[in-house]
């Protein structure tokens, strides 16, 4: 028998994983285990189902074992408890490697490194919430700067509106909302609000005139304070489910990499690290 035929068996394709083929046959055993189904035939393709799952998992497709034994001198009724005792024993001991495996994947998610990495995400987070909150609370610093060039281009936003990138004499990139970047050409100074510690870039002061700016993480602070209080709390969930995995990856890849983007961007690092004095 070829391995396609012990994978019709289960009513899988060739190309189903380890992971489907477990799942399948549990459900099938579930239908068709002789202490469930009173049926004659459940037996027979019970054994079936546990010999073709068995040589799936060990990719063992030689040639098959006999379905049946022929015990000479045993009655019929006494050849089915023997059967019946050695599937049983078999498959209770499938259920518990399945249940070691599953145990030995969900403790190296509240143990070991993945742990390890968490705290060191939620301590950074706590970090950051508090810098977020500072920079709600404390006095915007001002810097005065000059408008080297502009692009003419109109970016749609995310609220209702338009934007345009404009560039400073310092490097200095924003991108000013709702506002007609050829007014910089006869009065190119310009003086921009910053957050005291995070020095993240709030809004931009021309001729007395306020102007939002956009697509910078205080514009969209709310979205942080989520992220960074998610990633927070995940290490405090234990609990064995799947929102444990998802947390847990969702923390090792997605907060880590806001947190990462967030500290490396305009160098807000050191602006954090000197409490808004640098740079």
């Keep these: 028998m070829s391995g396609s035929q012990y994978y019709k068996i289960l009513g899988l394709e060739p190309t189903s994983t380890d992971a489907e083929v477990k799942r399948r046959f549990r459900a099938l055993a579930k239908q068709y285990h002789p202490d469930r189904n009173p049926n004659q035939d459940a037996t027979e393709i019970f054994q079936r189902l546990l010999d073709a799952y068995e040589r799936i998992l060990k990719k063992d497709f030689n040639e098959a074992r006999p379905v049946q034994s022929t015990h000479r001198g045993k009655s019929q009724q006494e050849q089915h408890r023997e059967f019946h005792r050695k599937a049983w024993e078999r498959y209770e001991q499938m259920r518990r490697e399945q249940e070691a495996y599953s145990k030995e994947v969900y403790f190296s998610h509240i143990r070991g490194y993945r742990m390890q990495f968490k705290r060191i995400i939620a301590l950074c987070c706590f970090i950051l919430l508090c810098v977020l909150v500072a920079d709600q609370i404390l006095p915007l610093k001002s810097v005065n700067d ?5 692009n003419s281009t109109s970016y749609q936003s995310f609220t209702e509106g338009y934007v345009h990138e404009i560039t400073t004499k310092y490097g200095h990139h924003f991108f000013v909302a709702n506002y ?13 609000l910053q957050t005291a510690i995070s020095r993240s870039d709030v809004s931009v002061i021309h001729q007395g005139k306020p102007i939002e700016v956009h697509f910078t993480y205080y514009w969209a602070r709310g979205f942080l304070y ?11 969930y234990k609990k064995d489910t799947i929102l444990l995995y998802l947390s847990t ?3 090792l890849y997605l907060v880590s990499g806001i947190i990462l983007s967030y500290l490396l961007l305009n160098y807000r690092i050191l602006s954090i690290i000197t409490l808004g004095n640098w740079p």
């Excluded at 000059?146 to 502009?150: F, G, K, L, S, T």
């Excluded at 007609?180 to 921009?192: E, G, L, M, S, V």
């Design 146 to 150: 000059q408008v080297a060039n502009y």
């Design 180 to 192: 007609d970047p050829r007014a910089f050409n006869k009065y190119p100074t310009i003086t921009y």
């Design 226 to 236: 989520v992220i960074f209080s998610l990633g927070l709390l995940i290490p405090f």
């Design 249 to 251: 990856y969702a923390s």
